[in-house]
């Protein structure tokens, strides 16, 4: 039998929600009911178990994204069941079309190793307190880094008191006696032994990330696995990763190498190489790196954020590792399953045109301003007519806000984030910050679509 869905707008939406579903040419039947009300994202629960006095037969209910209350009691209410649709109408197709396919990005298969570079100059409390932020961050092992000619006291403190806290700890030095003090201290893993280094392995019960003797000597490191592997003990290997202009293509030949020839061992590659010593932004970096780290199975990956522009680095890299895992176990690109890789543009950046824009701008009777972006520019309209500029400041004539501060500082703002996604080609709506998916820490107050939001400015204003 086929669906009958009802869709609720409101009367300023109603003729675009009818043109796209007519494009669409759904499975499924449908009713498009305006409830009386101009603005659809205005619109509550509430008013729908008011004003709604027939359900059309609809065997399920579609509110505007928006719509403020408890969706769950109202469709008790109702006898149907109700849910939000996408906040833009444009969106309907991707959202019918993407709905049943939503991905799962709570798996993974990559560990993110994140090391704490200077831990032999910073107090415990400092150790502790960056291994909280990895660790919320995405990161599975602490890497306490060692400093060449450095003395390291409190070594054996740090890695006890981070394993009392419940901390996978890795030991990061090329100095076999701090690996051996590390790993007789507790430490999870050693990095990194080599051929001549791997009496340590026998003094402590660490895993071992096993690398080259000297650089890209591959034989070497074929020897070392075949001694760890002839005591059936536990490694991970690690053949380097240079960075860029200096042995980057070729290190990435040497792990699909050593991949062919050891197709199941365990093997770790070091992203900082590249996303450190590189001035570009590093949530590329990472999606690339990760993605390498999936079509070669490699299950260990060495991070850090010591550049001041790779300061997202650790969630990034775990932003990555879900979307790659669930693209592999689906089949498919890495596309549509996350947006939070997006930091500076979006898929689809402008949803209305000009001319749509044009046309609801003419429906408008009341003075409060709409702000919204097509590929021509940046548009704030009301009663009194469109504007349309790519500089904010070429619209502020046009407002006549100049004896109302709060008015034109919210304006100010509103057209100041229109401007930067007009330019870089992000979605920009009225109201809500922008977004830059893992890039930033996200301080916006999470938007509860069961409570009431207070009337913003423009709404305020008469």
């Known amino acids: 039998m086929t669906e009958h869905i009802l869709f609720l707008t409101g009367k300023l939406a109603e003729k675009q929600l009818r043109s796209i579903l007519e494009k669409m040419q759904p499975e499924f039947t449908y009713t498009v009911h305006q409830l009386g009300l101009k603005v659809a994202a205005l619109m509550t629960t509430d008013m729908v178990i008011r004003r709604l006095s027939d359900t059309f037969g609809a065997s399920r209910i579609i509110l505007p994204g928006r719509c403020r209350g408890d969706i769950n009691a109202l469709a008790e209410h109702l006898g149907i069941p109700v849910e939000r649709g996408p906040e833009e109408l444009k969106d309907l197709p991707q959202y019918f079309g993407k709905k049943a396919h939503k991905t799962d990005l709570s798996q993974y298969a990559v560990k993110i190793f994140a090391e704490i570079t200077d831990a032999a100059t910073i107090s415990i409390d400092e150790v502790l307190n960056r291994a909280a932020y990895y660790r919320k961050n995405g990161a599975d092992v602490i890497d306490i880094g060692c400093l060449p000619s450095t003395d390291f006291p409190e070594m054996e403190n740090i890695i006890r008191t981070l394993k009392q806290q419940g ?30 280094t791997l009496w340590v392995a026998d003094e402590v019960a660490s895993t071992p990330i096993l690398i080259p003797e000297t650089h890209e000597d591959l034989a070497s490191l074929d020897r070392a696995i075949n001694i760890m592997q002839a005591k059936n003990r536990p490694f991970i290997v690690d053949p380097i990763l240079d960075p860029l202009h200096f042995g980057f293509t070729d290190s990435i030949v040497r792990y699909h190498t050593v991949r062919k020839q050891y197709p199941d061992v365990e093997m770790m590659l070091g992203v900082g190489n590249i996303t450190e010593l590189t001035h570009a932004d590093t949530v590329g970096m990472n999606a690339l790196l990760l993605g390498i780290c999936s079509e070669l199975n490699i299950n260990q990956i060495l991070a850090t954020e010591v550049s001041q522009h790779a300061c997202r680095a650790i969630k990034e890299a775990d932003v990555a590792r879900r979307i790659m895992y669930a693209a592999k176990q689906q089949d498919t690109l890495p596309k549509h399953i996350n947006p939070d890789l997006m930091a500076l543009h979006d898929t689809a950046p402008f949803p209305y045109s000009l001319a749509e824009i044009e046309e609801l701008a003419g429906q408008i009777k009341d003075p409060s301003f709409r702000i919204q972006t097509s590929a021509e520019g940046v548009h704030v309209f009301n009663r009194d007519g469109l504007h349309t500029a790519t500089d904010p400041f070429d619209l502020f004539p046009h407002l006549h806000v100049e004896q109302d501060g709060g008015h034109a500082f919210y304006l100010g703002v509103e057209l100041g984030r229109a401007q930067i996604a007009w330019q870089l080609g992000k979605r920009f709506t009225q109201d809500q910050a922008l977004t830059w998916g893992c890039a930033v820490d996200n301080s916006e107050v999470t938007v509860d679509l069961h409570a009431f939001k207070p009337a913003g400015t423009t709404l305020a204003k008469k």
Do not use: F, Q, T
Request: hydrophobic residues 40%; proline residues 0%.
């Open 167 to 196: 901390y996978m700890v890795s030991i990061d030095s090329l100095d076999a006696n701090d690996l051996l003090r590390g790993g007789k201290a507790g430490a999870d893993y050693l990095l990194s032994l080599h051929e001549s």
